[in-house]
Every structure is written in C-alpha cells, then in structure tokens.
C-alpha cells in the first residue's frame, strides 16, 4: 500500500495469524482477512439482521449488512485521508457486526440475562468466537484465522474479568494501551453511520419527522444550510442532501482533529499509537453535536413505543428460545447438540446468536405455537 504513515499498521510488522500460514499471493494480508470475512456465514447473515427495525418491517431499512458497508466506506475514506492501512479498516469494518444477536440491542440485552450465571453474552466478544472459532471453512482450523491487528480492531471493549482470558489480545484492556488508529476510527466510522441512517430510517418509518429533528443542532445547522442553497427542495431530498452533509461534516471533523491529535502528541510509530491516549476523536464542538444527536435519536426513536413493542417481543422471542433449549438440549441441532455436551449455556448462546430475525421468529413459533410444526 503507498505512502502509508510511519504510524499506520504495516503488514511487516503483523503480529500474524493464530495459525501460521503462507503469504497470500496477490493480495496483502488485510485484504485477506477482508475477503475471509466476505465469504463467511456469519457476514451473510448480516443481510437479516436489524439494529432498530426488524427485518420485515420494510425493504428499504438498513439491515446490518448494509449497515456494515456503510461503516466500511466511511472507514476508508477516514484511513486514506490519514495515510492509514486502508485494508486493514475495511477488514475491521466489514467484521465488526458479526457477533450480533438477531433484534438488534434489545436481543443482545435478552441473552446477557440469560447467560448471567454461564459467563454473559457481549456481542464484541462474539464477533470474536466467530472469527476464531465457529465459522467452519477451513481443513487446517477453526474459524477464519484473521490477523492479530484485525481481531484487536473487532474487540472494541472487553470486561476487566474477561480480559485475563483473551491473552495478548486482552492485555490492553488491563494495561490500558490503546488499539491501533485504523481500530480507533473504525469505531467512530461505526457512530457516524448508526446515528445518521437511524436518522434516514427514522424519517423514513414516521417515527420520527424532520420539525422534531430541527431540537439536534447538527441536523438544524446542516438542513439550514441546504434550504438556503435550495430554497425550493423538499421531502425526501431535503432528508437526503441533509444527511449526506452530516456524514460529510462528520468525517471531515474527524479527519482534522485526529490529524491534530497526531500531530500534538509527537506520534511517530505505531507503539506510540498505542501509548498515548485515544487519538481518533470530534472536535470538541462536533463530539457534543453528535452526543446531543445520540441524545435526541434514544428518546425520540429508540424509546418510541412502536419501537418498543418490537423489542419487547424480541426479548421475549430470546428469552423464550434460550429457555426451551437448556430445558431440553435435544431440541437443539444435532450440531448444537454435540457442542452443549462440552458447555450448554454456551452453544444455546451460539445457536440463538447465529439467528436471523426471521430465523428466530420461525423458530420460535416452530417451538411455542400449537397447530405449527
Ligand atoms: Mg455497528
């Protein structure tokens, strides 16, 4: 990759694959990982999965596959713009919904309280089990066999408790090092493009109208903007040319601060990177835009109660299926079967947490309703 910072994460200097294997041979290694990920399950059922609405409430909501493009696309453009490895964003981007259960937050929260007593459920660790241990597609080993500095980039967090069990990976959770930048901006990719489709899908559902969204200053700044060069745009391209600009303003805001940052804490290598503090960040002006935006999308949004009714039934769906199987694990797939023989809670956990939306639906109604087979 040309001209990459001093800082950046080179392939030279990977820390490698769990399991040692041949250098690809026309393409870098976090492309590998990337097109590992691509192929995978786990990243095609991405396409039936939902973060605020589910799957079938309509065809034009983001699912988290197309959630996850979006996240890649701002991830690149942030790790070009800053001389960073490119690929290796990408990789991180593309990667870092994999673990999630199906409904989005609510289905997640469901698990953890099922799992309270077995070691808890925390998506970020899951997308993890995914990468290195449950996607079968390989004769020499589980899972994909990502590189070290992809992995790090898919554990954004991980408990103190937890942190002892990962090893290498889980040191900076104890030391209170820092991933690397491609790993940080991945992160905020992922802020910019939740609060900004949820904006797009909450208009777009009615949950939400643009006069409510003129109380978030970032929205108000940027639609103001837009009518004054476009005084007679309306509807749907005035949400859209909005948006676009949020984006936009957001990632540029990113792109300067973190280089002002890099710059201010005389960063030359990528140990540096780990050493200081958090380098990829708002302006200050733009973090507390994009807080207050957060802010309006949990109570205008989040906690509308048409939304509600959705998560409460996802809650329930979870709650219900996690229930029957420890029950009675012969209910499992014969796969999942064999995996609860070595930790039940565990392989209910993976079962319930591979699901689609509709897969869990379905499957519930296959275990709970009369008359269904
Ligand atoms: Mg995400």
């Known amino acids: 990759m040309a001209d990459l910072a001093p800082y950046a994460v080179s392939e030279s200097a990977s820390r490698g694959r769990r399991h040692p294997e041949a250098q690809p041979a026309a393409r870098s290694e976090y492309q590998r990982d990337r097109d590992r990920v691509v192929h995978s399950t786990a990243f095609r059922r991405l396409e039936y999965k939902t973060q605020v609405f589910v799957n079938h ?188 600009r949020m984006i936009n303003s957001l990632a540029v805001d990113l792109i300067e601060e973190t280089g002002r940052n890099i710059a201010a804490a005389g960063i030359r290598t990528l140990h540096d990177v780990r050493g200081a503090s958090p380098l990829a960040a708002f302006s200050q002006a733009m973090h507390a835009e994009h807080k207050a935006l957060k802010h309006f999308l949990r109570i205008n949004l989040y906690q509308h109660y048409q939304v509600l009714r959705m998560t409460n039934k996802a809650r329930r769906i979870v709650t219900d299926l996690f229930g029957a ?33 509709r897969y869990a639906i379905r499957e519930h109604r296959r275990l709970f309703a009369v008359g269904e087979i």
């Open 325 to 357: 199987f420890k029950e009675d694990p012969r209910l499992l797939p014969p796969q999942y079967q064999v995996m609860a023989k070595a930790d039940k809670p565990r392989a209910i956990a993976d079962y319930i947490a591979g699901m689609t939306d």
């Open 57 to 244: 409430e309509g065809d034009l909501f983001r699912t988290r596959l197309t959630h996850s493009l979006e996240v890649a696309q701002i991830a690149r453009t942030l790790a070009r713009a800053l001389r960073l490895n490119e690929d290796l964003a990408e990789a991180i981007a593309l990667s870092h919904d994999l673990g999630h259960t199906p409904f989005g937050h609510a289905g997640q929260d469901a698990l953890n309280a099922c799992m309270r007593d077995y070691g808890g459920f925390e998506h970020n660790l899951q997308s993890l089990r995914i990468v290195d241990l449950l996607e079968e597609r390989y004769g020499a080993f589980d899972g994909l066999n990502l590189t070290y500095e992809t992995r790090e980039g898919i554990l954004k967090h991980c408990s103190q408790k937890k942190a002892p069990e990962l090893g290498e990976l889980g040191r900076r959770f104890l030391d209170g090092t820092q991933p690397s930048l491609e790993a940080q901006l991945c992160n905020l990719a992922d802020e910019i493009g939740y609060n900004n489709h949820d904006v797009d899908d909450g208009l777009r559902s009615g949950l939400i109208t643009v006069d409510q969204l003129e109380e978030a200053g970032i929205w108000a700044r940027q639609a103001a903007a837009v009518r004054e060069e476009f005084p007679s745009l309306s509807g749907r391209r005035l949400i859209h040319e909005t948006v676009r």
